[in-house]
């Protein structure tokens, strides 16, 4: 019998899948073995509600490594450097980083080059794309810059598949919408307790979250809402529901596979296979099994599991394991998780099964996963006393993408959480409140939190899907059908198996331009300017980047 309170792990052995850690740590004693303080960071430096997809107003930058290794990254994703200078109509800013950067470094960085890089901060690009690998460009620098920023990352083995990359990214983004989107939610049902618990406390009620969502129309949850898995463990019926093209959201809930028990026998091997998706007796995904296959093309895929992202320099629980260990206050054997961690001469690195989906053409835009060991903590919160599930967070993320925001600004969903447990944790520790068990739940909440990271281009964004067939609509007296000349749909799409409601009419191309001229001036954030106007927000925020692209391409290429 599982209890939803003990926290759980989502790590197995690659031998024997088989989890790792099931339960029993002293919790109470985390905030006290761990030590080092989080470094502290940089204000919000933009309006979060203020257009947050135009390019043209939040802006799009690089940040690659120092030396010939940047350079050479550089020149693989000029392309994409091109196109983003085209959308933006700004030059692309190019920051330079060292290989190393503690988190106190890292946020001098940011303070001290990054925030004074332009003379007033609206100036400053919100987009950030990190190019390199956990050893070329360090993981505390994304923890930073993510704190009030869209940030991604773009790490492989092969200067190649950054080309690939950058070409399957720009292809999607001239292709056609899809006539219809699925987000799938998956759980690998694998007996144990991790899995079990995230199913129950996180997957089930994000179905009826997303479900509940879809009941308010179109601008609800614009996606068929599937729940991806039986009780019986299988990698096909995984890949089968990946293959499938209206699936362009998937949700995944499983075991990252850690060391086996004799421990991995190469560095290779490692790379390879840690945080490979377990499906336990079943087997795992490892990034050779998803390089060539189709596998979520155009989609943004969240895996929640342990070392789905990569593995760091130093876990920031390995002090604290350690400590455990060594005090025999551990119910388990702590060395199962510990060998997974990276040793003192070992480079960190991104996991194989990332590099491999978005390096395949025909797969995902975006990856969403775990960068160290994955609780339970950032879906199941434990510091009131009483366990409190959390769904709600990954729902409003995945939310976010299928209604076609762009993936940096999807993830700030998930990712203003952090911030938020961090300044709890602060609180409590300038009014030197006596909870040292409440302290221990939300450290580990706040560390939790942390691990979670964007790969891939934060700017991508899924597409949005094809108006359905409706009755044909009377434009009101005197409108312009602007919605027709750009390309989208201005009105909602009427649900079939409802009786449809009177259409309100087109806005008119007078309350258009009126609407579109407060976003290029910037008076007013977007939300409010498409409530006064009665527009849809993202509707507007599209309008506004194709109304001043096609008075650019006029401008530049006058009849």
Known sequence: MHNDDDPQLLLVDADTHNPTFTGGVPIGTARGQVVPKQAETAGFLWDELDSPNDLARQRWAVIAPEGEEGDALLGRIQPLITARHQQQDSEVK????????????AARWKKQVFETSEKHRDDLSRYQLILGDLHQVPAELQVIQATDAFVGRLAFDRGE???AYVDKLLAAERAPNPATLRAVFHTVHDGT???TIGHRALVEPSLELARALQTRGP???PAEVVEGANESPSPDEFLDLARNPATTAMFSVSHGAGAPRRGWSTLAEQRARQGAMSFGDAGELAGADLATTSFLPGGVWFMLACFGAGTPTTSKYHRWLTALAAQGQFQGQPEAVLRSLPGAAERPFIAALPKAVLANPRGPLAFVGHLDLAWTYSFRELDSGKGQNRPSRFVQTITSLVRGNRVGAAFRELF??????????????????AAPLRRAHLWMLRQDLAGYVVLGDPAARLPAPQPRPRAQQIAAPGSLDIGG???VNLLPPRETAAPAPIAS??????????????????????KVIAERHGID????????????EAGRAAIKSPS
């Not at 190019?94 to 470094?105: C, L, N, Q």
């Not at 203003?416 to 030197?432: H, I, K, P, V």
């Open 416 to 433: 203003r959480y952090f911030e938020q447990t961090n300044t709890e944790l602060s609180t409590l520790d300038e009014g030197e409140v």
């Open 485 to 487: 000349f750009l390309g």
């Open 505 to 526: 009419p087109t806005p008119s191309l007078a309350t258009l331009e009126e609407a579109i001229g407060h976003m290029l001036v910037g008076d007013l954030p977007a």
């Open 219 to 221: 601008a609800g949850f």
């Open 537 to 548: 927000r993202l509707t507007l925020e599209d309008l506004t980047v194709r109304y001043r």
């Open 94 to 105: 190019i920051y330079r980083v060292p290989a190393r950067m503690s988190p106190d470094e």
């Open 193 to 195: 307790g991790a899995t």
């Open 161 to 163: 598949d950054y080309e």
